[in-house]
T-cell receptor
C-alpha cells in the first residue's frame, strides 16, 4: 500500500510569487485535505477536496486554492506569497469525506518565503 | 529535520513508565477524536481514534479516554519506549467533512 507522498520536500520563494505544491493520495482514498503548520504549532485546516470539488474550507483567503484530479491526486496553489506563508504544508487523505475516518498524512512540503 | 516541538508543553517520562497526555477540546458538538504522533521532519501519524458514543478505547500499548462532560481527552501510553518520543496532538472533528481541529500539542521526552 502506497502512502501519501508530497512534492517537493522543500521550496524557497520570494514575496509576491506563486507556488504549487503536489500530493498523491494513499491508494483507495478519495478525499484529500490540506493543512498549514507553522513552527511549534498544530496543523491548521485549509480545505478539503472530494470528487474534484472543494467541500470544506478553513479560515484562509482565496489566494489559497486547490485542485483534485480524477486519480485523487491534488495540488495546493498559493498566489501573492507573503512572509507569513512560511510553514510546513501537509496533505492528508482519507477513505471518507464525512469526517468519521482517520486521515493519513504525508511528510509535507517546507515552504520558506524570503 | 524540522522541529515541531518549539514552545510546546513537555512531558518527560522514564523509559518503561506509563505516560499520560491530556487534551482539552473546544467544541461540544465534536463527535470524532483522533490522536496523532508527529516526529521531527515527519507528518502526523495516526495513533488511535474514538467516537463520541464511547468513553474508552484501547489499542496496542495505547488507551484513549474521552470525558464529554468536561470536554477532556487523554492518551495513555503503557511502558513508554524511546521511540515514543515525539509531539502528540489531539484533534477533534465537528464538521460533516474533514474539518479537523488540532490542539496545541505536547512534546513527550523519554529518558533512557
Amino acid at each position: 500500500e502506497t502512502g501519501v507522498t508530497q512534492s517537493p520536500t522543500h521550496l524557497i520563494k520570494t514575496r509576491g510569487q506563486q507556488v504549487t505544491l503536489r500530493c498523491s493520495s494513499q491508494s483507495g482514498h478519495n478525499t484529500v485535505s490540506w493543512y498549514q503548520q507553522a513552527l511549534g504549532q498544530g496543523p491548521q485546516f485549509i480545505f478539503q477536496y472530494y470528487r474534484e470539488e472543494e467541500n470544506g474550507r478553513g479560515n484562509f483567503p482565496p489566494r489559497f486554492s486547490g485542485l483534485q484530479f480524477p486519480n485523487y491526486s491534488s495540488e495546493l496553489n498559493v498566489n501573492a506569497l507573503e512572509l507569513d506563508d512560511s510553514a510546513l504544508y501537509l496533505c492528508a487523505s482519507s477513505i471518507s469525506e464525512a469526517g468519521d475516518q482517520p486521515q493519513h498524512f504525508g511528510d509535507g512540503t517546507r515552504l520558506s518565503i524570503l | 529535520g524540522e522541529s515541531v516541538g518549539l514552545h510546546l508543553p513537555t512531558l518527560s517520562v522514564q523509559e518503561g513508565d506509563n505516560s499520560i497526555i491530556n487534551c482539552a477540546y473546544s467544541n461540544s458538538a465534536s463527535d470524532y477524536f483522533i490522536w496523532y504522533k508527529q516526529e521531527s521532519g515527519k507528518g502526523p501519524q495516526f495513533i488511535i481514534d474514538i467516537r463520541s458514543n464511547m468513553d474508552k478505547r484501547q489499542g496496542q500499548r495505547v488507551t484513549v479516554l474521552l470525558n464529554k462532560t468536561v470536554k477532556h481527552l487523554s492518551l495513555q501510553i503503557a511502558a513508554t519506549q524511546p521511540g515514543d518520543s515525539a509531539v502528540y496532538f489531539c484533534a477533534e472533528n465537528s464538521g460533516g467533512y474533514q474539518k479537523v481541529t488540532f490542539g496545541t500539542g505536547t512534546k513527550l521526552q523519554v529518558i533512557p
